[in-house]
């Protein structure tokens, strides 16, 4: 099951380190250090502050580490775990640590390969999978609003508005594959057809707790 995970990471580093010179302009190369020996600003904290900037192949790789195995990610796995087994759902994998310890493996390997996906099939058009937040300027509605806006939608090269295509792909595509290494009874083309739109789903309370989580925890915990 890892080895799944771990190949899909490798190939998909293998595959944006190369784009430059595949297709050039496709991915814009790291920022170059400041000059007069001034520190430069990581990519990954520039690109919200400046994001008609178009994201690096560097920052494609950390996007996919961070959706796959940051904190959030596998928080959201033990609950999807936890609740699958709680439930028995599916009932192939069964009521016990073993069915939790099967539903987690399944749900991390076959994100790892979505996100992979997205991330590497974008760079050929320029797609910008990460979620940028309105902020709490907006109204309530309006930032809701704008988070499920972005579960169809994605940042182009430019900064504009583009239908997320690499994700139209990837997580039909990634539910689809996995039936390849899950257990009988779970891998039918129903199946996957749930996935997919449980997919969506998960995209838009991924980009809703992106959009409010920020103010929850520097109203909460009191940081930035």
């Known amino acids: 099951m890892f080895c799944k995970i771990s190949s899909s990471i490798l190939l998909l580093s293998s595959a944006l380190w190369a784009q430059p010179q595949i297709l050039p ?6 920022p170059p250090a ?11 904290e520039s690109s919200s502050s400046n994001p008609q900037r ?12 961070k959706s796959t195995f940051g904190p959030a990610s596998l928080a959201a796995g033990l609950f999807s775990a936890g609740y699958g087994t709680l439930v028995d759902h599916p009932q192939v994998y069964g009521p016990h640590w073993e069915g939790f310890g099967d539903r987690y493996g399944i749900r991390l390997s076959g994100l790892a390969l ?3 996906m997205e991330a590497g099939l974008g760079a050929a058009w320029g797609e910008d999978p990460r979620y940028k937040r309105v ?7 309006h930032r809701l609003g704008h ?19 690499a994700r139209f792909i990837a997580i039909p595509g990634s539910n689809v594959i996995s039936n390849a290494w899950r257990a009988p009874g779970d891998n039918e083309a129903g199946n996957a057809a749930v996935r997919i739109g449980l997919g969506f789903f998960r ?5 809703t707790f992106d959009e409010f989580w920020p103010d929850v925890r520097h109203k909460v915990f009191h940081r930035e």
């Open 114 to 116: 979505s996100n992979s």
């Open 135 to 141: 902020g709490e300027e907006a109204s309530f509605l």
């Open 203 to 207: 995209r838009f309370g991924s980009n």
């Open 54 to 65: 178009p994201i690096t192949a560097r920052e494609r790789i950390q996007w996919v580490l």
């Open 147 to 165: 988070a499920g806006e972005m579960t169809f939608m994605a940042q182009n090269r430019d900064g504009g508005l583009m239908p997320a295509y």
């Open 25 to 30: 302009g496709t991915v814009a190369p790291d």
């Open 34 to 44: 400041a000059p007069n020996g001034a520190p430069s600003v990581p990519a990954a």
